[in-house]
């Protein structure tokens, strides 16, 4: 059973930081694509920051500059230090990601998120 371990969301004041991170806990072959996603009041899920085999790291325009997307060389955990946070940065954060099984087969997993509020 893989899962998505999650950490790192919490209530700060606008300008603060904070670091969320995710790591794979479960066997898998490799990991193909990993990432952050979050969901804000009254909007549709999208992209914060994704990290992919061949096509590096990927950026929502608002959050360049701001959040720095890592992994560890075995590209099972990630890191995302989040600064100079705004309040429409509030939402809940969650991981996603996009690995190979022993067996070559592609799963896709998401976390159960982690809730990031920023207050003004």
């Known amino acids: 059973q893989v899962q998505l371990v999650e950490s790192g969301g919490d209530l700060v004041q606008t300008g603060g930081s904070l670091k969320l991170s995710c790591a794979v806990a479960?066997?898998?072959?490799?990991?193909?694509?990993m990432g952050w996603y979050r969901q804000s009041p009254g909007k549709a899920r999208e992209v914060v920051a994704v990290w992919e085999v061949g096509g590096g790291t990927t950026y929502s325009d608002s959050v360049k500059g701001r959040f720095t997307l890592s992994t560890t060389d075995a590209k099972f955990t990630i890191y995302l230090p989040m600064n100079g946070l705004r309040p429409e940065d509030t939402g809940l954060y969650s991981c996603?990601?996009?690995?190979?099984?022993?067996?070559?087969?592609?799963?896709?997993?998401w976390g159960q998120g982690t809730q990031v509020t920023v207050a003004s």
């Open positions: 996603n990601t996009l690995v190979e099984d022993f067996r070559d087969n592609p799963r896709d997993y």
């Open positions: 479960g066997k898998i072959f490799r990991v193909n694509r």
